[in-house]
């Protein structure tokens, strides 16, 4: 059983930098994939990030491509997300998931962690 506990959300300006981090527990099938999802209030949660612990691919929603970073770190066991040149639109709730391939962003992510807040002023 995967156990996904996220940290490092708050509030941050407009403009600036905010790094998630995700910190998985139990075993977690070296081909399964890591991802990063938000959802802000009154919408529908979304996919931001994943990537292929295998290939090391990583996918990017189009809206956060250039400004987002999608990381692993196997020895700690962590995902962490790099937001910069954050914007309004990016605040919300985001969370961190592990689910089996193929490594999409509309994959089946069947692990999920209680989430984090972000707020952009």
């Known amino acids: 059983h995967v156990q996904l506990v996220e940290s490092g959300g708050g509030s941050v300006q407009a403009g600036g930098s905010l790094r998630l981090s995700c910190v998985a527990s139990g075993y977690i099938p070296s081909n399964y994939c890591l991802g990063w999802f938000r959802q802000a209030p009154g919408k529908e949660r979304e996919a931001v990030a994943v990537?292929?612990?295998?290939?090391?691919?990583?996918l990017y929603d189009d809206s956060v491509k250039g400004r987002f970073t999608i990381s692993e770190d196997k020895e700690k066991n962590t995902v962490d997300l790099q937001m910069d040149s954050v914007n309004v639109e990016d605040g919300g709730t985001y969370s961190c998931a592990a689910g089996s391939p193929p490594c999409e962003l509309h994959g089946q992510f069947n692990s999920w962690g209680q989430g984090t807040q972000v707020t952009v002023s």
């Open positions: 990537i292929n612990r295998v290939l090391g691919r990583k």
